[in-house]
């Protein structure tokens, strides 16, 4: 079975632009839920959507927001960005809250 | 919100017996622990997962006591591919929300 699957790998931006991440999760897993981890620190949670609703948000500003479509992938998209925003972007799928299964993540890179 | 705290770090040599602790006193009443494995720039890889007293698979034991305030994650005989960070993650009363740990970096020595 296929895992977590994210896309790009890797992506460069400018201060100011504006970014979309994107995840498919596990076949029959229903959730999704982006997490943002900072160079030697734990993921950070960003939100959580079950089918297609937004069930919990993290403390991130409102340029962040994120959807799910029918199919359960899931799209993050970043808005406005700062070279703060530098970091591995994880998406989790889970069938069950807290037994989340991770995808390889996107590493974001603001010049 | 509550903080989940961990060991910064471990060191062991191949073949001893790893316990690593979380301590997570504000957990939410109906949520699993989880333990996570993470290796540099690739997303957590999920380890084991319990509710409550002792869990094992084929990699690792997990041992919950009745308070539910911490959890220890015992890695049975380390070898050098088990050199890298470990996360527990949780969710927390108040919030709602889940947390992970602050993480513990373990390096295996030959």
């Known amino acids: 079975d296929a895992g977590v699957t994210q896309s790009p790998t890797h992506l460069i931006k400018t201060r100011g632009q504006h970014v979309t991440l994107r995840c498919s999760p596990i076949?029959?897993?229903?959730?999704v839920s982006w997490y943002q981890q900072v160079l030697g620190q734990g993921p950070q949670f960003i939100f959580q959507y079950y089918e297609k609703e937004e069930r919990g948000r993290g403390n991130f500003p409102d340029r962040f927001s994120a959807r799910q479509f029918p199919n359960y992938s899931s799209e993050l998209n970043v808005n406005a960005l700062l070279l703060g925003d530098s970091a591995l972007y994880l998406c989790a799928s889970s069938y069950r809250r807290s037994e989340q299964y991770f995808g390889p993540g996107t590493r974001l890179t603001v010049t | 919100l509550a903080k989940t705290t961990q060991p910064i770090s471990m060191d062991s040599y191949e073949g001893q017996e790893v316990n690593i602790t979380c301590s997570h006193n504000?957990?939410?009443?109906?949520?699993?622990i989880t333990w996570y494995q993470q290796f540099p720039s690739q997303g957590p890889r999920f380890i084991i997962q319990g509710y409550k007293t002792k869990v094992t698979n084929e990699v690792a034991s997990l041992f919950i006591p009745a308070d539910r305030k911490s959890s220890t994650l015992s890695l049975p005989r380390v070898s050098l591919s088990d050199t890298a960070v470990y996360y527990c993650l949780v969710g927390d009363r108040n919030t709602d929300k889940l947390i992970f740990g602050t993480g513990t970096r373990l390096q295996v020595f030959p």
């Open positions: 504000n957990i939410a009443t109906n949520d699993y």
């Open positions: 076949s029959g897993h229903k959730s």
